[in-house]
């Protein structure tokens, strides 16, 4: 069975900056898309950010490139997202996803998620 383990989240003040880590095992990781998504209270899962085998980066939206950084390392099976000068809006718990469609992929396996939460 395919497992996605999401790790890193916590508290954090605004303006610091976190890293999330995801290790995903039952499949050939390099082969697939990944993603990272969040749902912050009260409001509906949004799509962060998705890689592509290879590496390439996609941002939703775009401008969040400014501030979240996705990578991957496929030796390790491992998927990251790192956070940077991390805002109260940001606070939500962030999903880790193998093969997500909404970045290309189909078989869509979820991880537990990670809780974030930025203070004032």
């Known amino acids: 069975p395919v497992k996605v383990v999401e790790s890193g989240g916590g508290l954090v003040q605004a303006g610091g900056s976190l890293r999330l880590s995801c290790l995903i095992s039952g499949l050939n990781f390099a082969d697939y898309f990944m993603g990272w998504f969040r749902q912050a209270p009260g409001k509906e899962r949004e799509a962060v950010a998705c890689?592509?085998?290879?590496?390439?980066?996609?941002y939703f939206p775009e401008s969040r490139a400014g501030r979240f950084a996705i990578s991957r390392e496929d030796a390790k099976s491992t998927l990251y997202l790192q956070m940077n000068n991390l805002e109260v809006d940001d606070t939500a718990i962030y999903y880790c996803?193998?093969?997500?469609?909404?970045?290309?992929?189909?078989?869509?396996?979820w991880g537990q998620g990670t809780q974030v939460t930025v203070s004032s």
């Open positions: 996803v193998a093969d997500p469609p909404s970045c290309g992929g189909r078989m869509n396996f």
């Open positions: 890689t592509f085998p290879g590496g390439r980066p996609i």
